[in-house]
């Protein structure tokens, strides 16, 4: 069968082996509560809201792949998606290519999910999907920046920093995910971008080091990434005004 003619089949990889230090001691990240939820249900229920996604992969923790499991057998999922569960890498890089790997022969397009944004609106799920459904090989949602930037000389911490440069403000885009790909892109900047340290933390990043194109579709600002403290209240806040709108 022609590349042409081969059906679609989109799946979700959720990397969520990550310890989320940033918002302080306890639970990894993906299994603090939000609305008495676990944020990494949140993030399925997210990818799993769209019709285009029959597969999501979590990626958890190299020691925690059996409670994950349990945690995605207690809350309820739609029946029309499967769920897998791996085990990760020590980087986000590595947890990344141990969902793709576990991904069967004829999925053709991959979304890469934070669980740490589980908020994310299915349309702007769909939005990525069908960009790349139609020929992008990356996809990126993202938003213009509220707030000015600087690029600074980065000094210690609490030292004042000098200000290198100002980069013009309607240019910069704020990106969040899921972000959308060819499988067969992101599988060749995995084999071909070596990153040093942590691994890479943006996977259109790694594509756009292939000399790629990557392409943005409009995000949204409920897409936002619980980080810290008061990102959890927001979120709480947002969850809280779609319960009671019945959006949700």
């Not at 059906?7 to 509560?33: C, E, N, S, W």
């Not at 609305?35 to 992969?57: D, E, K, N, Q, Y």
């Amino acid at each position: 069968m022609s590349d042409e003619s081969r059906p679609h089949r989109t799946a979700a990889v959720i990397p969520a082996a990550g310890r989320g230090v940033r918002l302080g001691p306890g639970a990894p990240k993906a299994l603090r509560a939000l609305g008495g939820t676990p944020m990494l249900i949140h993030a399925v229920r997210a990818m799993a809201r769209s019709r285009a996604v029959s597969l999501v992969v979590v990626v958890a923790p190299s020691d925690g792949a059996a409670e994950v499991r349990r945690l995605l057998d207690e809350h309820a999922l739609p029946d029309r998606t499967e769920v897998l569960v791996v085990p990760g890498g020590e980087t986000r890089q590595e947890s990344v290519r141990a969902g793709l790997d576990a991904l069967p022969h004829d999925v053709t397009s991959v979304l890469i999910h934070d669980a740490a944004r589980p908020l994310v609106p299915v349309d702007t799920v769909d939005s990525v999907i069908e960009a790349v459904r139609d020929g992008a090989p990356a996809v990126v949602p993202a938003l213009p920046l509220a707030d000015t930037v600087k690029e600074v000389e980065p000094g210690g911490p609490g030292e004042p920093e000098p200000v290198v440069a100002t980069p013009e403000r309607a240019r910069l885009r704020a990106v969040q995910t899921p972000q959308g790909f060819d499988l067969e892109t992101l599988l060749r900047a995995h084999r071909e971008i070596a990153v040093l340290g942590e691994g890479a933390t943006d996977d259109a990043g790694m594509v756009e080091r292939l000399g790629i194109t990557v392409v943005t579709v409009p995000g949204h600002e409920e897409a936002f990434k619980v980080t810290r403290p008061l990102d959890l209240v927001l979120a709480e806040a947002v969850l809280a005004r779609r319960r009671a709108t019945d959006a949700y």
